[in-house]
């Protein structure tokens, strides 16, 4: 399997939610994510991991998402 390519920010999400996934294990909410970067909207946090989707790092599970596959941080 090739290996995903992220950007800065989405490295920083990726980390952001194992962290909090290792702490509370669970994964956070979209506003917990929001809160946790300072964006005044959950809608940003479910831009980026709707794109974490995409590029096959998340999936998505009835309502929530998990970690698809091990992530490159090249």
């Keep these: 399997?090739?290996?995903?390519?992220?950007?800065?920010r989405n490295k920083e999400v990726v980390s952001?939610?194992?962290s909090f996934l290792d702490e509370y294990?669970?994964?956070?909410?979209?506003?917990d994510i929001a809160n946790h970067f300072g964006w005044s909207s959950d809608n940003a946090a479910h831009e980026h991991i709707a794109k974490l989707i995409v590029l096959g790092v998340l999936e998505k599970v009835g309502c929530w998402y998990r970690f698809k596959r091990e992530v490159?941080?090249?």
Aim: hydrophobic residues 50%; proline residues 10%; aromatic residues 4%.
């Design 25 to 31: 294990d669970r994964v956070p909410a979209m506003a």
């Design 1 to 8: 399997m090739k290996p995903v390519r992220l950007t800065a």
């Design 72 to 74: 490159s941080h090249a």
């Design 16 to 18: 952001f939610i194992q």
